[in-house]
């Protein structure tokens, strides 16, 4: 009797050690809102990863992206729930302009198709707002990510912007994207974009604001995931 005792509080202290062990791992891998950390630095311009929807992340310019439109693309499954959906909170932010928007055709969402919209103080942390198409959901490839980071780039440049804020919204719109990946390709554009207007000012053909930091934005479950795919574009960049 005392043996299956001793054999029961074996089996019930490791499977709670096992629990404990699934829990911690995964309270581990999402951050909390508001988490920031500088990944590193390109050309001297500054990296950062922040927990945040694009709604309420403090920059000069907001860049969102978004598929053409499809009927309640970004309120129902599988996007994601609306607790948790930056698309949704900027569109609620805006009293659901983005939607007209897209649903009207006055702003399809083609790829790289883009659209700047001055908030109302105090409706959005930033102070402007670039949406950048996606083109269609069916045929989305994380490649395009790159040419998607370089249109940001070049029109936060053209704006005189000191910085500006990031969101693919692509996890928002239920696609199922590699995070790595996508957030590789969207550093790798931004600074190819901005090496080539480095080269054509120092050729005296183009001027710019200089550019103080790039924030990209991430879910609390994708944080730690992105953040491992910047710093390997980072390190892309930095090596050339």
Not at 204 to 216: E, G, M, Q, R, S
Request: net charge positive; aromatic share 10%.
């Amino acid at each position: 009797m005392k043996t299956k005792t001793s054999i029961y509080k074996f089996r019930y202290s490791y499977l709670f050690l096992l629990i404990l062990t699934f829990s911690f791992n995964g309270f581990a891998q999402t951050a909390s809102i508001g988490s920031t950390v500088t990944w590193g630095k390109v050309d001297g311009v500054a990296v950062n990863g922040l927990v945040q929807g694009p709604s309420a992340a403090e920059a000069d310019l907001q860049v969102a992206c978004v598929f053409e439109y499809t009927e309640g693309d970004i309120f129902n499954p599988p996007a994601l729930p609306a607790n948790l959906n930056g698309m949704v909170h900027l569109d609620d932010a805006l009293k659901g302009i983005i939607t007209e928007l897209r649903k009207s055709g006055k702003f399809t969402g083609h790829s790289l198709e883009t659209l700047l919209i001055t908030p109302p103080k105090g409706t959005l942390a930033s102070k402007q707002l670039l949406l950048i198409g996606l083109g269609d959901r069916t045929k989305f490839t994380p490649d395009l990510m790159i040419s998607v980071g370089s249109t940001a780039m070049r029109e936060a440049l053209r704006l005189g912007v000191s910085n500006y804020s990031f969101a693919s919204d692509i996890k928002d719109a239920g696609i199922d994207s590699p995070t790595a990946l996508v957030a590789t390709n969207v550093v790798l554009g931004s600074f190819e974009a901005y090496r080539t207007q480095s080269y054509l000012k120092a050729k005296k053909l183009a001027d710019y604001k200089p550019l103080t930091k790039v924030i990209l934005l991430a879910g609390p479950a994708f944080y730690t995931v992105a953040g491992e795919g910047i710093k390997e574009a980072i390190a892309k960049l930095n090596a050339k």
